[in-house]
């Protein structure tokens, strides 16, 4: 039985909460009283009401985010329904801002807004000794990182073997790119790095070897970058791995010198390049060397072994379809491992929202809140958009389809993935749940009959595929000589398509 309850829904199991660790490290007195649960977003509301009421608590705290709203909102009402005297305190990103406008603010008690570290103690003694306070939103404010107990030693032995250890050197953003929240920040603020260390050092002694970093801009402080980069080298050994999120035209040659010696697979790096377009990146206070960012990019891909990750926005204000195309093309040509393709979401607070009217940004009303249109990309072209991203997930980051990539791409990537994109979607009829066998014989449907390809090199780079993904069953299209394209595939997909595509299928010209 715990007075108080920390808890939230994850994306996934595998992913540990890090904010409810903050709030609990820094309960001070009241943390023997408090318990922390953590629940993900396939768990019904049922269920996660009955443990919670399970442990008798005064006050249950839950983190609220973009992903898990919806169920969070279902699981508040029912404890109000089931307990309308519990004490119900929300927190995180997706009720720090517009907090009015969302069905879930009626049914809480209280609002914390903003970093909750401290405030969510507060909140609690005062409700404690009786003395609650009278208003529903409490601004947690910008705590002096110094005051704060760090969270680590709260990630369970359980946890660093199983799940993913999300650490912070830093919090902020100098930078006010609209689309993102770290755009209200005024600056970014450094933990003391001796005390940061000493953290990692106890996670590692305990045998932790996989870190996430969540600062925002990994080497803002190319000196704090390097220390941490070095903790990592001087303990190198199979297993390790780390992720940092990077800003791509920032990076001197000392801190090359030291990502270039990391091991393969020991680094990630997550780069956001969101749009090469100058004029957009202006329009959205997006300050970014696109020429530095390539070279940099191309020297990560030549010259050290991590693994990029780099991230493109769809959606934004001002551009069009052929600007992002023209992006994608330009970091398609520089090869990074993978290129996740973003559909843009409107985050509440975030200063996008002053493009609402001048760029006609129509957004879903429910979460993620994706633009669903602008005045450069209407609703249709976004929806393929959507799922060109889906299936490049499929085909070129899994990692699986290497030989064929190439072949599917060639002197066009864009274009020519768009096509078997629109052609996919109107064969079967669905982004998800497509079998690995299906997307095999879709690939060489589509690169002998819509792009008109030798089947012979088709084959080839398809049976080259399969051999070095270790999969055993044998697709259809690798069964035996196919010199013809499946064309009743192929004319379903013309007879769906309006006249525009069904011309490129067919592979004539008007």
Not at 54 to 63: F, K, L
Not at 308 to 336: K, M, Q, T, W, Y
Not at 408 to 414: I, V
Request: aromatic share 10%; with cysteine.
């Amino acid at each position: 039985m715990s007075r108080i309850i920390l808890t939230t829904l994850n994306a996934r199991y595998s992913h540990a909460s890090l904010g409810l660790r903050y709030l609990y490290a820094n309960m001070g007195s009241l943390q023997p009283d408090t318990s922390l649960l953590e629940f993900t977003i396939a768990d019904r509301p049922e269920v996660l009401a009955e443990k919670l009421l399970a442990c008798n608590p005064d006050i249950v705290g839950i983190g609220v985010y973009i992903w898990n709203i919806e169920p969070v909102t279902q699981l508040v009402a029912l404890l109000r329904v089931l307990r309308p005297a519990l004490c119900i305190v929300l927190g995180g990103p997706e009720v720090s801002h517009e907090w009015a406008q969302q069905p879930v603010f009626q049914w809480c008690s209280y609002v914390i807004t903003g970093a909750a570290d401290l405030a969510f103690r507060d909140l609690c003694l005062a409700v404690l000794a009786g003395s609650a306070p009278a208003g529903r939103v409490i601004q947690g404010g910008t705590p002096d990182l110094a005051q704060i107990q760090l969270p680590y030693a709260f990630y369970s032995d359980h946890d660093i073997a199983h799940r993913i250890l999300y650490v912070e050197a830093s919090r902020g953003c100098p930078f006010k790119c609209e689309f993102c929240l770290s755009a209200l920040d005024k600056t970014a603020t450094a933990f003391q790095q001796e005390r940061f260390l000493a953290a990692l050092e106890d996670l590692w002694a305990r045998g932790a070897r996989q870190f996430k970093f969540v600062d925002r801009t990994f080497n803002l402080n190319i000196a704090a970058s390097q220390r941490i980069l070095a903790f990592f080298l001087e303990r190198m050994e199979p297993g390790v791995f780390v992720h940092f999120e990077v800003i791509p035209d920032h990076l001197p040659e000392s801190l090359k010198t030291m990502l270039a010696q990391f091991p393969e697979g020991a680094l990630q790096l997550e780069i956001g390049v969101q749009s090469f377009n100058p004029e957009v990146q202006a329009r959205i206070q997006r300050r970014q060397d696109n020429d530095r960012t390539a070279a940099n990019l191309r020297w990560l891909r030549q010259d050290s072994r991590a693994h990029l990750h780099v991230d493109l926005i769809a959606g934004l204000p001002g551009e069009d379809l052929a600007s992002f195309a023209a992006g994608f093309n330009r970091l398609v040509a520089l090869d990074p491992h993978e290129i996740q393709l973003g559909i843009l979401k409107r985050l509440r607070g975030a200063p996008i929202a002053r493009h609402d009217v001048s760029s006609a940004m129509r957004y879903h009303p429910y979460p993620p809140y994706t633009v669903v249109s602008t005045d450069g990309m209407d609703f249709s072209t976004l929806q393929r958009i959507g799922r060109f991203a889906r299936y490049w997930d499929l085909v070129a980051n899994s990692g699986r389809f290497q030989k064929t990539r190439r072949l599917l791409l060639g002197e066009a990537p864009f274009e020519r993935f768009m096509q078997f994109s629109d052609w996919l979607y109107a064969t079967v009829g669905r982004t998800h749940e497509i079998s690995l066998d299906r997307l095999y014989d879709a690939l060489y449907e589509a690169l002998t009959g819509v792009l008109e390809m030798d089947a012979g090199e088709v084959r080839a780079a398809l049976a080259d595929d399969h051999r070095t993904s270790g999969i055993k069953r044998i697709p259809r299209c690798l069964e035996g000589p196919r010199n013809q394209v499946n064309r009743p595939a192929v004319e379903r997909a013309e007879a769906m398509m309006p006249r525009r595509q069904s011309r490129h299928l067919a592979g004539t010209a008007e």
